[in-house]
């Protein structure tokens, strides 16, 4: 195709921004490719999910829910065969593979007596189950995706702003945390890396003869701390899965220095993935995995308690000769005491 040939087209068939705006989107949902049961299903069933999940919105703006107040679809198999493009068989195939995996389930209704007539099935479309790390991941994918968009308009707007350093695309990811699910972080570039060395190794400066600079270098390494900190609890959605009382605490801990935060942060979460990992069951402590908001904000509250309690003994009590193993062994016992709490009141269950 030569280069006229491309210019028509683009004339004729290119998007205008109007055109964007215009259009109507099927929304996939991201879990069905993040969840080690969802993602096995056929791509066909997955098809048929976000149709359904369409539907499910033009039910409850049609009032389609019962006396629970749980939305319900009404559907022939006919119209999912034409709005999809797919058979009959792979549809009621799909449908059928939904049901096993509890992501669909169907109500019978039949014949009514008392009216006399024949009353169609009911479909209900069932909420996921997720979870810490499934939760993690979407949050992940959904925050890369609006940020490469961002790095579009940067990137953009490059020519005009050639020589500014950008901190926002520092990348630092918990090293532990990427051995675990290596594909959902991102790497630091090679050039990224050396510059926060570059700006780190001026911490190890001895000796200068112009205290004016010494005092600029040290501003610039706390506030380049401050940033990656920032950076960090952005790009691993702390806030999210642990709630901002912990994560302040972690920061007050820190003293604005990123290796400390950094160290503080992995005796945190090794604690409590040690105490998860001895009793087999996941710390209720994100609400989306949990539908007892009282019982997550009660985790969250206790943990940061014992947390900002540790801190202060860490730096005050010096009757305590190996704290990595006292700090590690309290958050532990903490996270056992509430995981027990969690058995006895039956928040699994719910």
Not at 331 to 344: D, H, P, T
């Given at each position: 195709?030569?280069?006229?040939?491309?210019?028509?087209?683009?004339e004729?068939q290119?998007y205008?921004?109007?055109?964007?705006?215009?259009?109507?989107?099927?929304?996939?949902?991201i879990?069905?490719?993040?969840?080690?049961?969802?993602?096995?299903m056929?791509?066909?069933?997955?098809?048929?999910?976000?149709?359904?999940?369409d539907?499910n919105?033009?039910s409850?703006?049609?009032n389609l829910y019962?006396?629970?107040?749980?939305?319900?679809?009404i559907?022939?198999?006919?119209?999912?065969?034409e709005?999809?493009?797919?058979?009959?068989?792979?549809?009621l195939?799909a449908?059928?593979?939904?049901?096993?995996?509890?992501?669909?389930?169907?109500?019978?209704?039949?014949f009514?007596?008392s009216?006399?007539?024949?009353?169609?099935?009911?479909?209900?479309?069932?909420?996921?189950?997720?979870?810490?790390?499934?939760?993690?991941?979407?949050?992940?994918?959904t925050?890369?995706?609006?940020?490469?968009?961002?790095?579009i308009?940067?990137n953009?707007?490059?020519?005009?702003?050639?020589?500014?350093?950008?901190?926002?695309?520092?990348?630092?990811?918990?090293t532990?945390?990427k051995?675990?699910d290596?594909?959902?972080?991102a790497d630091?570039?090679k050039?990224?890396?050396?510059?926060?060395?570059?700006?780190?190794?001026?911490k190890?400066?001895?000796?200068?003869?112009?205290?004016?600079l010494?005092?600029?270098?040290?501003?610039?390494?706390?506030?380049?701390?401050?940033?990656?900190?920032?950076?960090?609890?952005?790009?691993?959605?702390?806030?999210?899965?642990?709630?901002?009382?912990?994560v302040?605490?972690?920061?007050?801990?820190?003293?604005?220095?990123?290796?400390?935060?950094?160290?503080?942060?992995?005796?945190?979460?090794?604690?409590?993935?040690?105490?998860?990992?001895?009793?087999?069951?996941q710390?209720k402590?994100?609400?989306?995995i949990?539908?007892?908001?009282?019982?997550?904000?009660h985790?969250?509250?206790?943990?940061?308690?014992?947390l900002?309690?540790?801190?202060r003994?860490?730096?005050?009590?010096?009757?305590?000769?190996?704290?990595d193993?006292?700090?590690f062994?309290?958050l532990?016992?903490?996270?056992?005491?509430?995981?027990?709490?969690?058995?006895?009141?039956?928040?699994?269950?719910?």
């Amino acid at each position: 195709m030569n280069e006229k040939e491309v210019e028509s087209l683009v004339e004729k068939q290119g998007y205008s921004n109007s055109d964007i705006y215009a259009e109507l989107y099927y929304q996939y949902p991201i879990f069905l490719n993040v969840n080690e049961k969802y993602k096995k299903m056929k791509l066909s069933s997955k098809l048929v999910y976000m149709l359904l999940k369409d539907r499910n919105r033009l039910s409850l703006k049609n009032n389609l829910y019962d006396e629970n107040q749980k939305i319900f679809l009404i559907f022939e198999i006919k119209n999912l065969v034409e709005i999809s493009g797919m058979s009959k068989n792979t549809i009621l195939s799909a449908l059928d593979e939904l049901q096993k995996v509890k992501l669909l389930v169907k109500r019978k209704n039949g014949f009514n007596k008392s009216k006399m007539q024949m009353f169609p099935n009911f479909y209900y479309l069932l909420k996921p189950v997720l979870c810490k790390d499934d939760v993690y991941k979407i949050n992940k994918i959904t925050h890369q995706e609006n940020r490469q968009k961002n790095l579009i308009v940067q990137n953009l707007n490059y020519g005009t702003n050639q020589y500014s350093v950008d901190s926002s695309k520092f990348e630092l990811c918990d090293t532990s945390m990427k051995t675990r699910d290596k594909n959902n972080f991102a790497d630091s570039s090679k050039n990224e890396l050396e510059l926060y060395k570059s700006y780190k190794d001026s911490k190890d400066i001895k000796e200068s003869h112009n205290d004016d600079l010494l005092e600029s270098l040290s501003t610039k390494n706390n506030k380049l701390d401050e940033e990656l900190i920032e950076t960090f609890i952005e790009e691993n959605l702390l806030k999210q899965i642990w709630g901002e009382s912990i994560v302040n605490c972690l920061k007050l801990a820190s003293n604005s220095d990123y290796r400390q935060f950094d160290n503080w942060y992995k005796k945190f979460k090794y604690a409590i993935r040690s105490a998860e990992k001895e009793q087999k069951i996941q710390l209720k402590i994100i609400y989306e995995i949990c539908n007892n908001k009282y019982f997550v904000d009660h985790v969250r509250e206790q943990l940061s308690m014992t947390l900002r309690d540790l801190i202060r003994r860490a730096k005050t009590d010096h009757r305590i000769k190996q704290k990595d193993d006292y700090i590690f062994a309290s958050l532990k016992n903490k996270a056992l005491e509430l995981i027990e709490l969690q058995i006895s009141e039956g928040i699994d269950k719910q």
